[in-house]
């Protein structure tokens, strides 16, 4: 299928990129700028900014509640950016479609981005977050069932790297991982999958600036051979919770998110993957609003079990 028409007209129209060294402050001001103001957003119960107190430091958090009830099972979610942008803001939309289409109470991690903050922090900032929630379950009213945890993008990478943190921490409470089309290979050598190629340019995000975009992390002290910056590289797969991962057909990483699932299952874990037709990478952030997209949330929910309140 070739790229869904409303995305090929979006991406027909996308500036040229700036010339010399990407400028982080004036990219993360653009993308605010396109934050829908507060009255457009989707309505829910409540949503509220606290501040998770972890080993890690007070990390901001915004919590997400899709309706009125004594409790919910949470998702804890990590926005995409190639870990230098993306905020609470810039994906609020995204946390608010999976509580309200799920119906868990979803605990979005402001964690700490590169360049200003050198690896591992803002993973070690996701871990913690999580761990807060689990033992915060009361004021935060949790259900004490689902505790999933989510990602797009890098934030999906995050996921990866917190499961299996977290398993070979021996904190077992993560009960579903939830990977939208991830960066799992950091490597960046354009031929170690097909995707790479087949969608080298064209479809948004484009192979040839894989590199420029991650390189604050990698800079930053990131190591793609170590296995929780490039979670594919992990040997041992055993033991982990059941993941759902979403790719997109047209996306340049799409080949390493589905390898992913394919090792998970190889390893005895319940893994699903699920190729979006006709989308490219970042979807699930732009275009969620064409309704085949939004479908992302409804399967999501499928996955955990779950419905809304």
Known sequence: MTLHPKIAEVVRNLPAPPDGPLDPVAMRAAEEAEVAPLEDRLPLHSVEDVAASTPAGEVPVRVYTPTEADSHGLLVYFHGGAFFLGSLNTHDHVARSLANETGLKVVSVDYRRAPESAYPAGIQDCYAVVRWAAENGESL???????????????????????????????????????????????????????????????????????????????????????????????????????????????????????????????????????????????????????????????????LGTEPG
């Open 141 to 303: 009213a949790w259900d004490g069932t689902t505790l999933a945890i989510a990602g797009d993008s890098s934030g999906g990478t995050f996921v990866a790297a917190v499961a299996a943190m977290a398993h070979g921490y021996g904190f077992d409470r993560i009960t579903h991982q939830i990977l939208y089309y991830p960066s799992l290979d950091l490597d960046f050598d354009p031929d170690r999958y097909p995707s790479l190629r087949e969608n080298a340019e064209g479809y948004g995000l484009e192979t040839d600036t894989l590199k420029p975009f991650n390189a604050f992390y990698i800079d930053s002290g990131a190591d793609p051979a170590d296995p929780l910056v490039s979670p594919i590289k992990r040997a041992n797969l055993t033991g982990l919770p059941p993941a759902l991962i979403v790719t997109a057909e047209h996306d340049p990483l799409r080949d390493e998110g589905e390898l992913y699932g394919q090792k998970l299952k190889k390893a005895g874990v319940a893994a699903t993957v699920s190729r979006y037709a006709g989308a490219g990478h970042g979807f699930v952030q732009h275009f969620s609003w064409i309704p085949e997209y939004h479908q992302v949330f409804t399967e999501t929910a499928a996955f």
